[in-house]
């Protein structure tokens, strides 16, 4: 196909994914994938496909805030990143430093009121990289309209280790009750700040696995995942709204049937069940076949019987 015509077909297919989106997630959540495989199908060295990458991070940037996505993580450098030569490790350490120095100074980054926080054991990066990330950190800091997680020398796995072994600590000393321990305990102890549970994981390159990112927040949260073959340096508007439209199914899917176990459950529980059933039912009823759809007739008879049945 010619290359004008790929283009005006790509346009239009574009506006009929931005119709078809109706809403956002709160949290997407992105593995940067294939930035080597690209430069290399492209006969140059990695450094290129990371640049060429972190342009394409760019515009995700700016498509999240377009739609009203709150927060995104970008997947960027693995624990296991460290294993790779250290020439590539070293350029890629070079060019996260003029990102973020370059992000914590762009207008857009302020005028959209963008907190920029790094998660991940910064600890392991070169003594030129934390500087980087604690200048990005410090000149958006007071920031909350859109926040911006970068997961550097990051593990899923180790992350909630760490978190494990704090709250073991703090029962061997006396200073946290077992009985006491809940979800909050954990969140607390895995970041410095609170993020929000992911809605959607995007992963590029062809790969079909989350690699132990966000466990926490993303299993815990049952995040859909979408997946996709472009390279992370092509990845387009329109993979971004696939990857929107993916959530939004998923989502409704789920609305649907939490409506219709609780409309199951209307006739069988107690009264105090009863009161929850029907109250989801009320807040999903819109998701369900219009065939499918009690009501108030329905609601109230079901509200009798149980009572009878008592």
């Given at each position: 196909?010619?290359?004008?015509?790929?283009?005006?077909?790509?346009?239009?297919?574009?506006?009929?994914?931005?119709?078809?989106?109706?809403?956002?997630?709160?949290?997407?959540?992105?593995?940067?994938?294939?930035?080597?495989?690209?430069?290399?199908?492209?006969?140059?060295?990695?450094?290129?496909?990371?640049?060429?990458?972190?342009?394409?991070?760019?515009?995700?940037?700016?498509?999240?805030?377009?739609?009203?996505?709150?927060?995104?993580?970008?997947?960027?450098?693995?624990?296991?990143?460290?294993?790779?030569?250290?020439?590539?490790?070293?350029?890629?350490?070079?060019?996260?430093?003029?990102?973020?120095?370059?992000?914590?100074?762009?207008?857009?980054?302020?005028?959209?009121?963008?907190?920029?926080?790094?998660?991940?054991?910064?600890?392991?990066?070169?003594?030129?990289?934390?500087?980087?990330?604690?200048?990005?950190?410090?000149?958006?800091?007071?920031?909350?309209?859109?926040?911006?997680?970068?997961?550097?020398?990051?593990?899923?796995r180790s992350r909630l280790l760490e978190a494990t072994r704090g709250?073991?600590?703090?029962?061997?000393?006396?200073?946290?009750?077992?009985?006491?321990?809940?979800?909050?305990?954990?969140?607390?102890?895995?970041?410095?700040?609170?993020?929000?549970?992911?809605?959607?994981?995007?992963?590029?390159?062809?790969?079909?696995?989350?690699?132990?990112?966000?466990?926490?927040?993303?299993?815990?949260?049952?995040?859909?995942?979408?997946?996709?073959?472009?390279?992370?340096?092509?990845?387009?508007?329109a993979d971004f709204l696939r990857g929107i439209r993916t959530y939004?199914?998923?989502?409704?899917?789920?609305?649907?049937?939490?409506?219709?176990?609780?409309?199951?459950?209307?006739?069988?529980?107690?009264?105090?069940?009863?009161?929850?059933?029907?109250?989801?039912?009320d807040r999903f009823r819109d998701s369900l076949p219009s065939a499918?759809?009690?009501?108030?007739?329905?609601?109230?008879?079901?509200?009798?019987?149980?009572?009878?049945?008592?």
């Amino acid at each position: 196909m010619k290359r004008w015509l790929r283009k005006r077909v790509d346009a239009a297919y574009e506006r009929l994914l931005a119709r078809e989106v109706s809403g956002a997630p709160t949290h997407v959540a992105v593995i940067q994938d294939g930035n080597r495989r690209y430069a290399r199908k492209r006969g140059s060295d990695a450094h290129e496909g990371h640049r060429a990458g972190a342009e394409t991070t760019e515009h995700v940037l700016e498509w999240c805030q377009d739609i009203g996505v709150e927060e995104l993580t970008l997947y960027t450098f693995s624990t296991e990143n460290f294993d790779r030569p250290d020439e590539q490790n070293e350029a890629l350490f070079d060019l996260l430093c003029e990102k973020l120095h370059e992000f914590a100074d762009a207008d857009r980054v302020h005028d959209n009121e963008v907190c920029i926080r790094v998660i991940g054991e910064t600890d392991m990066l070169p003594e030129r990289v934390q500087h980087a990330v604690e200048y990005a950190e410090r000149r958006t800091h007071d920031y909350d309209r859109f926040t911006l997680n970068i997961a550097l020398a990051y593990g899923g796995r180790s992350r909630l280790l760490e978190a494990t072994r704090g709250v073991a600590a703090d029962v061997e000393a006396g200073d946290l009750d077992p009985e006491e321990i809940d979800i909050e305990d954990i969140e607390r102890r895995l970041y410095d700040r609170p993020i929000r549970d992911v809605d959607l994981i995007i992963r590029p390159a062809g790969e079909e696995r989350t690699s132990n990112f966000l466990p926490w927040h993303a299993n815990g949260n049952e995040a859909a995942v979408f997946f996709c073959t472009p390279y992370w340096p092509e990845f387009s508007k329109a993979d971004f709204l696939r990857g929107i439209r993916t959530y939004e199914h998923r989502a409704e899917s789920w609305r649907r049937t939490r409506a219709r176990r609780a409309l199951a459950l209307l006739g069988a529980v107690s009264e105090t069940e009863l009161a929850e059933a029907r109250a989801i039912v009320d807040r999903f009823r819109d998701s369900l076949p219009s065939a499918e759809r009690p009501d108030a007739d329905d609601l109230e008879a079901s509200d009798s019987g149980s009572q009878a049945a008592d």
